[in-house]
């Protein structure tokens, strides 16, 4: 909680500590209550920084018990504890040993950051800003220490003790409580520190690293959890395997420990040594989770672990260089993800992340460049912009470079940084180097927001069989940055005959055809490019495996579908369809033909998708499914959210009866799928016939029964929860039935009943507003719960459109009223609520007056924290 106008952090005022610390030597006396937390600091004047300045520690929510410099104790004549809760000592030796002795309160610790309980067990919290709510300390990344933790814990409550780093010793005090004491050899930043201190299970397995080092694997979770870590296991060691291979990177310590928390406010956390997860990210059973589920926990469990190097071992000079390793990490797991199975469908879901989530963000109010510029709070800046788009950065670096190239430059960061505090300039310096290319202009990525929108036009001259592309770019203003510059754009490329067949290329200049993809780079508001030997006008086929995060638009119809039939690029083949459905779902809403047919050309696109689906499931499943009302809401000027459901509902419906016996034939062939297995092709399968489920149960009664039926049925999570979302759209008693059937099964499951709330939160009928409000009185609703809050309230506002805006304003007042209500408990979770209100400036009139009035309404309430001040004060500027 802070005064209501906070201060803001600006990029360019970063100055170098005026203090290092060496070493950290941490004894934690843990007690719900009253934890009492001595630590040893090692100072030395930076030889970089102010030699003047006074030493600044950190400190929030802090009882200070002791002070002792040099082994005396300091009078308060030594220091000053500021209102923004930091300690000051002035006169300092250069070097020097402190001690400092502070009290906390984990059982009160609501905002889930720095040290908190869980189901009666301890864990921290400490990026980014956490770790001054448990000592006082220089809070920053560019101070990197090695720690010593002992922690000491009643061995009945705690009889787990960890921390980063190796455990070197433990042991039983005199008066029976017990302890453990770890070392982490490696220096690091504080908000890499972590404490884990209970009652949990470890399931256990070791990894051999190529040079033989042996790492004993643990994954710590709660009895009865033992049965859920196969897949959390597996995706660590392929991600230990992977990182060896792809990058030659090794893991560095002799322990890797993950534990589990069910309150956690993001999806983990890349603490040295011991990564803490949040369960959503660790448990699975065929018959608990889905197969996104499965897929959620390889990628985030890859992506942790790769912090290890990107993030760990070289870290952020300062919070503004997040995305160094964001983006990066991101890249990494993305990667990772498209080796370990389909690389298209792999890159298909994460441009549809990506245009979900950043495309919106860097169109609306809280538009911000990847590295921004100033902030209030900087936890709000753990966004898609930081991370999706500065994952697409790095893309566009490896596939300018090439992978060979562009691991050397990876090779060159890593050499030259190895245990540093870094900024962005030096990764993409370091890339620059080792990779052999000039990426000057390339920075301006990092530093412009806004998404740049690319439009083309062609000449063909028949005479000379010259065709020429021309590309423009051009970038909107966003908040603060009315001007823009042309970016360079990497655009990978290919040429298709009339036939559909794929064509060399020769570039005018060039003195031989090339076969295949190429990459023009775009660098100039408008570019030519002249392509030689083409008698007739080819087909150009841009962007494939979207080789940028640019949206490319003013592609005819006609066009999108030769493109969505016949290029060699799976992305550019789906994204055509993509865009084609959206282009008649638009027509349809803008003509208010309400009522029409399904496009004829669109009914046989599906036909032959389904035709062809045995051979790629996976693919089909994507390409079948018509875009989000969300993802056409982002392409309309002014949103119509009712319009987008009638129609994309009719086209689904009218799509449902023209194919309904393909979608049936496909649906059986697909029944029996044998016994459970997630890799692509089952999970693909599952998909595909989930697909035509859906479209069935559109098409007529019968699709009803057979969701039931399936329901009934189900032997898995995905098939059981695919059934579920049909009937919860339906007015009917087998979603009464089954939705009670399912919360009798699984009252027990917390990240099942997650499930069971989100599914009547993002449920199309028209009173799932009031469904939502009795859903957050139910008794087993709990406002302190970021999982639960997420699966209700954050599944109705982000992801059901229509509801959320019903045109009563209902749906924003609800919003608000848990914004306001959680914003005291956890600002860090309140305030990521509050996004969707942000975007009223898209909505009509009506709709964006009530928007307006809920974000006033919140801005008015009395201590809000500053992260939800900042959310809400840009939201309405
Ligand atoms: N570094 C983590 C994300 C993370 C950030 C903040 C947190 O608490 C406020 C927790 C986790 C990651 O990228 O996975
Ligand atoms: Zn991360």
């Given at each position: 909680m802070t005064e209501q106008t906070p201060r803001e952090t600006r990029r360019t005022d970063y100055r170098p500590p005026a203090f290092l610390v060496d070493t950290v030597a941490l004894r934690f006396e843990l007690d719900p209550q009253a934890t009492v937390v001595r630590s040893r600091l090692t100072l030395r004047r930076n030889p970089q920084g102010d030699a003047t300045a006074p030493l600044r520690l950190d400190g929030e929510a802090l009882v200070l018990l002791g002070l002792r410099l040099d082994g005396k104790a300091l009078g308060a004549n030594r220091y000053a504890l500021e209102t923004d809760g930091s300690l000051v000592l002035p006169d300092l030796p250069d070097a020097c040993v402190l001690e400092v002795e502070t009290r906390i309160a984990p059982e009160a610790n609501t905002e889930l950051s720095g040290l908190y309980t869980s189901g009666g067990a301890f864990f921290t919290q400490c990026e980014a800003e956490g770790f001054r709510r448990i000592t006082y300390f220089p809070d920053r990344p560019d101070v990197m220490a090695r720690y010593t933790t002992t922690v000491v814990a009643d061995r009945a409550r705690c009889p787990v003790l960890l921390s980063n780093g190796n455990r070197t010793d433990a042991g039983t005090l005199p008066d029976g409580r017990h302890f453990a004491t770890w070392v982490d050899p490696h220096p690091k930043p504080s908000y890499l520190f972590a404490l884990v201190a209970g009652d949990l299970l470890a399931v256990r397995d070791s990894f051999t690293t190529r040079s033989g080092r042996q790492v004993a694997l643990a994954i710590w979770v709660r009895r009865g959890d033992e049965t859920s870590c196969d897949h959390a296991m597996q995706s660590l060691k392929q991600s230990m395997a992977w990182d060896e291979r792809v990058f030659g990177l090794e893991y560095d310590l002799d322990e890797f420990n993950i534990a589990a928390v069910s309150d956690f406010n993001m999806g983990a956390m890349e603490n040295k040594g011991l990564n803490v997860f949040n369960t959503k990210y660790v448990l699975a059973r065929p018959e608990t989770a889905t197969d996104a589920d499965y897929d959620g926990i390889q990628r985030v469990i890859a992506h942790e672990y790769f912090h290890n190097w990107t993030g760990n071992r070289v870290t952020c000079r300062d919070w503004f260089q997040l995305s160094l390793k964001e983006g990066l990490t991101v890249f990494r797991d993305q990667q990772f993800g498209a080796d370990m199975g389909s690389a298209a469908v792999k890159r298909i879901v994460d441009v549809r992340r990506l245009r979900a989530a950043q495309f919106p963000e860097d169109d609306g109010p809280l538009a911000h460049p990847v590295r921004p510029d100033s902030y209030l709070a900087i936890d709000n800046f753990y966004t898609p912009t930081v991370y999706e788009k500065g994952a697409e950065i790095c893309r566009m670096l490896y596939r300018m470079l090439g992978p060979d190239r562009f691991r050397r430059g990876m090779d060159t960061y890593i050499g030259r940084h190895d245990n540093q505090a870094v900024t962005i300039e030096d990764f993409v310096r370091a890339i620059s180097d080792g990779g052999g290319m000039d990426l000057t202009l390339f920075m301006r990525w990092y530093s412009q927001a806004g998404t740049p929108e690319l439009t083309i036009s062609e000449t063909h001259d028949p005479a000379t069989g010259r065709w020429t592309l021309t590309l423009r770019q051009f970038t909107r203003p966003t908040p603060g940055q009315a001007e823009k510059q042309p970016l360079p754009i990497p655009i990978a490329m290919g040429l298709l005959g009339q036939d559909g067949t794929e064509l060399p290329t020769r570039l005018a200049g060039e003195t031989e055809a090339r076969p295949g993809t190429r990459m023009l780079l775009l660098t100039e508001a408008e570019q030519d490019f002249v392509f030689e030997d083409l008698p007739a006008p080819p087909v150009p086929s841009l962007l494939r495996g979207f080789s940028a995060p640019v949206r490319l638009g003013g592609i005819s119809r006609e066009r999108l579908r030769f493109l969505a039939t016949h290029d060699t690029d799976p992305f550019v083949r789906w994204d055509a369809g993509q865009h084609y459905a959206t282009a008649l779902m638009l027509e349809l809403i803008a003509g208010r033909a309400h009522d029409a047919e399904p496009d004829e050309g669109l009914v046989a696109a599906m036909a032959s998708l389904l035709e062809g689906a045995d051979a790629d499931p996976e693919f089909a499943a994507e390409a079948l499914a018509l875009p989000s009302e969300s993802y056409v809401a982002d392409q309309m000027k002014v949103v119509d959210p009712e319009a987008i459901h009638a129609v994309r509902q009719l086209l689904r419906r009218g799509l449902g009866r023209r194919l309904a016996a393909r979608f049936r034939a496909t649906y059986e062939r697909l029944t029996d799928t044998g016994p459970y297995r997630i890799d692509g092709r089952a999970s693909g399968q599952r998909a595909l016939r989930n697909t035509c489920l859906a479209y069935l149960a559109l098409a007529g009664q019968d699709g009803i029964a057979l969701a039931k039926a399936q329901f009934d049925a189900a032997r898995n999570m995905t098939d059981a929860l695919a059934a579920l979302v049909v009937l919860a759209a339906t007015n009917t008693p087998e979603r009464d039935d089954a939705l009670a059937a399912f919360h009798a099964r699984w009252r027990g499951d917390e990240l099942v009943l997650d499930k069971w709330f989100s599914i009547q939160a993002t449920s199309p009928r028209p009173q799932t507003v009031e469904d939502v409000r009795r859903l957050y009185r139910h008794p087993d609703f709990d406002l302190r719960n970021p999982n639960r809050v997420r699966a209700l309230v954050g599944a109705f506002s982000a992801g059901n459109q229509v509801r959320f805006h019903d045109a009563s304003g209902a749906g924003y007042r609800f919003l608000a009223d848990t914004v306001i209500a959680l914003d005291p408990m956890n600002g860090q979770i309140a305030s990521r609520l509050i996004?969707?209100?942000?975007?009223?400036?898209?909505?009509d009139a009506a709709r964006g007056a009530l928007m307006r009035a809920e974000l006033e309404r919140v801005l008015a309430t009395p201590k809000l924290s500053r992260l939800t001040f900042e959310k809400a004060s840009k939201a309405l500027a």
């Open positions: 996004n969707p209100l942000g975007m009223w400036r898209r909505q």
